[in-house]
Nanobody
C-alpha cells in the first residue's frame, strides 16, 4: 500500500508561484508513476501532470504546459509540482496519485490517492 499526502497549497495572486509536494509512505516510489490532478467546484477531476519515476519522463496537460513542472525528490520520497505564472483558472483542489507502472492521464488508472491540497489564485 502507498499513502500519499499533499502539501503546499494556498492563496496566490495571478502571475505568482506555488510549490506543491506529494510525500509518499508505505513504499518507495522508485518504479511508480505519479500524477497530479485537480478538481474545481462543479467540474470533473482532470489531469495536470505525470512523471514516470524510473525514467523521469513527464507529461503535461496542454493548459499547464510551459508553466508547471513536475519533478521527483529522491531524498524525500516525494514528487513536486512547481506552479509558475498561475492563473485564476488554476484554482482547484489538487490531488496526487500513484500507480505501479506506466504514466497515465486517466483518473481511473491510479489506485492510490492523497486527500488533496487547495490552490486558490486571485485575479
Amino acid at each position: 500500500q502507498v499513502q500519499l499526502v499533499e502539501s503546499g497549497g494556498g492563496l496566490v495572486q495571478a502571475g505568482g508561484s506555488l510549490r506543491l509536494s506529494c510525500a509518499a509512505s508505505g513504499r518507495t516510489l522508485n518504479n511508480y508513476a505519479v500524477g497530479w490532478f485537480r478538481q474545481a467546484p462543479g467540474k470533473e477531476r482532470e489531469f495536470v501532470a505525470a512523471i514516470l519515476l524510473s525514467t523521469s519522463i513527464t507529461a503535461y496537460a496542454d493548459s499547464v504546459k510551459g508553466r508547471f513542472t513536475i519533478s521527483r525528490d529522491n531524498a524525500k520520497n516525494s514528487v513536486v509540482l512547481q506552479m509558475d505564472s498561475v492563473k485564476p483558472e488554476d484554482t482547484a483542489l489538487y490531488y496526487c496519485a500513484a500507480r505501479g507502472y506506466g504514466r497515465s492521464t486517466q483518473v481511473n488508472d491510479y489506485p492510490y490517492w492523497g486527500r488533496g491540497t487547495q490552490v486558490t489564485v486571485s485575479s
